[in-house]
């Protein structure tokens, strides 16, 4: 389909390549403060109630079977889209293939061998083995253990366990003296997102990469505190393991042969050297991580030396830094690259107005049969969304804007299919778009989450008090309790990780929604050939009830934002963020000891706060008055603000984020950073280009006042 053919016609908590574990920073940002007004049961429109009564669990579960028995790698997953497009045109929209062609990277032979210092040697087990009673696990087509956009490469020597990889870790080795260069590094999973693990490892010198699970990551849900492991319990399985890309992330997304335009065919192609790793990786269990680990004890530093957060784990080893003398890793891993087809599926319905669109989105594609949690949780509800908003449609209701769908492909690999698709039509999305809705990890536990611009917090929340969670079958509380009780009132920042992203960082309000699980929930197979349908029905959300519930929540918020006259944006919100932002940033700056002036910053949000609560109070206005055309002013100006926010030629050295509210962070690849040029300069040490971008912040913010001006 060409997508430019339709508009003409057509006037558009987690995400799965974010990390776990991380060390969160204090913030001046306040919470919601909960507030016992919810009507019980909540009250809904005629059409609201269409809506949420079309959501079955049955349903999903039948969506999420097919989805979860299905080959969706990137480029492999063909069958899938096209099902997917079928069920969209059942559900009444219209939808095509979306096909790009991108650089990908595939398995072709992995092995790791671990050699001891008497001349013993033994093979490590990469591979999870199958389940009897979950049946794609055994299945011949499915992946075996690797990371995409690897390196390939074949390396021998002695190894350093480093920790969680970060660079703070990384920092630590050095200043105590550790050698690195030439070691092959061991390490665990957490904190930052597996790429700058594997950058970082190489930015020292070292010349392989191991990633390993481990158990303390799982709490007291243990097999070595007596929990029995999938699939006989909640515990995680001692063999799985989690597979993912490598891409350096935080430099910049999708097709890394591409950047900044779309991979159609004939499309010029760049070199990747500097946003993938020149070093081969590969991701263990933490059952063959242990003996790894145990070889190094009474060697090198211990944890205590260390001194760092979250060092020492859950097995049965000193977690000592090593190297061991004359034990070695042998690290095989030999990947084919080429430029191969990948399948978008994109629907939509028209609106009545033809310049504002709702994209709404959620990827396909995943690293095992199964997926089930990772994204198909997200991809089953979609589907399930068509068939409600077609009840609306047979009735006679047409949207007030366009609504899109997104089923996007390769987003695993580094968010592939969204980004291209937004760099081909980046130019009429930002005429018309007015928000993008992610979904990807719907359901991997019953414990909300919910992560968006400032202008849509408002909506975002008000809306979870019309939805029934099922509360481990009690059905006794909204949506919104839920989230408070997971969550703590706290609306998090938007950063990187998924599909959002290109959409964010072209100057579009954003919204991500999930559901997951908490200390005493079972332990999810994240990018595990265990995220599958076996695991989410008998453990994740037997019933799909918790789906059902999401799925409410994403078309109620659908139909506000695609059919409310008044678009539901809340900008003196926005203004609110922006100082908070503004309280962290000069209490850095004052921890760094240089002497940096915000005035120019703390001006210009100051204007924009003035200009958020005039547009405020025009709506109000405009609303009272019934003044359609008055109305449309305001909706332009809500559409339109964040797209002052956009810096062109982006951040430093990575000229994608250009975004100057917020950015996934430079070492951590996918959490917020906010006011990124000016934090990261201070961070970074590089005070002139903090400076610098003190001003080209506060411009960015003042453009957006402007655009808001009435």
Not at 187 to 208: C, E, P, T, W
Not at 324 to 330: C, E, R
Not at 548 to 555: C, D, E, I, K, S
Request: with cysteine; aromatic share 10%; charged share 20%.
């Amino acid at each position: 389909m060409k997508f430019h053919a339709i508009l003409s016609v057509v006037p558009l908590a987690e995400a799965c390549l974010r990390e776990f574990n991380v060390e969160h920073k204090h913030t001046h940002r306040r919470p919601l403060v909960r507030r016992n007004e919810d009507v019980w049961p909540p009250v809904l429109t005629d059409r609201e109630a269409i809506l949420v009564n079309s959501f079955e669990g049955k349903s999903i579960d039948h969506w999420a079977e097919y989805y979860g028995h299905q080959v969706k790698l990137a480029g492999l997953g063909k069958e899938a889209a096209e099902w997917t497009r079928d069920q969209w045109r059942k559900g009444g929209f219209n939808a095509e293939l979306n096909e790009y062609e991108v650089f990908l990277s595939y398995p072709k032979e992995q092995k790791l061998v671990v050699g001891y210092a008497n001349g013993t040697s033994a093979e490590v087990k990469i591979q999870e083995p199958a389940i009897g009673e979950d049946d794609v696990t055994g299945r011949g087509d499915n992946q075996p253990t690797f990371n995409g956009y690897s390196a390939s490469g074949k390396v021998k020597a002695e190894y350093v366990y480093v920790g969680r990889g970060t660079g703070a870790d990384f920092k630590r080795l050095v200043d105590l003296g550790v050698k690195l260069e030439g070691k092959i590094a061991l390490i665990r999973y957490g904190s930052i997102f597996r790429g700058l693990k594997v950058k970082n490892a190489q930015d020292h010198g070292m010349i392989g990469a191991v990633i390993f699970t481990d158990p303390a990551d799982d709490g007291n849900l243990t097999v070595a505190k007596g929990v029995a492991a999938y699939p006989d319990g909640p515990a995680r399985h001692p063999e799985a393991v989690q597979k993912g890309s490598v891409l350096f992330l935080s430099t910049y997304p999708g097709d890394p042969t591409t950047p900044g335009y779309p991979s159609i065919k004939g499309a010029p192609r760049a070199d990747t050297s500097h946003v993938t790793p020149k070093i081969p990786s590969i991701p263990i269990s933490y059952r063959a991580a242990e003996p790894l680990l145990a070889a190094l004890d009474g060697h090198g530093l211990t944890s205590s030396q260390v001194n760092r957060t979250a060092w020492k784990g859950a097995l049965i080893a000193e977690y000592r830094t090593g190297p061991a003398p004359g034990v070695t890793l042998s690290l095989t891993n030999l990947m084919e690259e080429k430029i191969t087809p990948i399948w978008n599926v994109i629907g939509y319905i028209n609106g009545t107005n033809p310049s504002e669109t709702v994209v709404i989105g959620n990827h396909r594609d995943t690293w095992m049969i199964g997926g089930t949690g990772d994204p198909n949780s997200g991809s089953a509800i979609l589907v399930e969304f068509t068939k409600a908003v077609k009840k609306l449609t047979d009735a006679g209701w047409k949207p007030r804007r366009n609504i899109v769908l997104g089923s996007w492909d390769a987003e695993e690999y580094g968010l592939v299919g969204s980004t291209e698709w937004v760099e081909e039509h980046v130019n009429w999305l930002t005429d018309t778009a007015v928000a993008y809705l992610n979904i990807d990890v719907a359901v991997s536990g019953p414990r909300p989450s919910l992560s968006a611009t400032p202008e849509l917090h408002g909506i975002g929340t008000e809306l979870m008090k019309k939805v029934i969670h099922p509360n481990f079958g009690g059905f006794n509380q909204t949506l919104y309790e839920a989230w408070q009780d997971a969550a703590g009132g706290v609306v998090e920042v938007l950063g990187s990780g998924s599909d959002f992203t290109a959409f964010l960082h072209s100057g579009i309000s954003a919204l991500d929604v999930g559901s997951g699980g908490g200390p005493t929930d079972p332990i999810w197979h994240y990018h595990s050939n265990y995220d599958t349908y076996h695991w989410m029905a008998k453990f994740g959300d037997p019933g799909f009830h918790v789906h059902t519930a999401m799925g409410q929540y994403l078309a109620l918020l659908a139909f506000h934002l695609a059919d409310d006259e008044v678009l539901p944006f809340d900008l003196p919100n926005y203004a609110v963020e922006l100082k908070t932002y503004y309280e962290d940033l000069a209490e850095d700056i004052e921890t760094s000891g240089e002497d940096i002036d915000l005035f120019e910053l703390k001006a210009a949000i100051e204007v924009f706060e003035k200009r958020a609560n005039a547009i405020k109070t025009l709506e109000k206005q405009a609303v009272a008055l019934g003044d359609k055309n008055l109305i449309g002013v305001v909706n332009s100006k809500y559409k339109d603000f964040q797209r002052g926010f956009i810096s062109q030629g982006g951040l430093p050295n990575r000229g994608f984020y250009k975004h100057v509210v917020t950015a996934p962070g430079l070492d951590t690849g996918y959490a917020a950073v906010t006011f990124p040029g000016v934090t990261e300069g201070v961070q970074y040490g590089n005070f002139e280009v903090a400076r610098q971008w003190v001003g080209k912040t506060a411009r960015g913010i003042l453009r957006a006042a402007e655009i808001l001006k009435v």
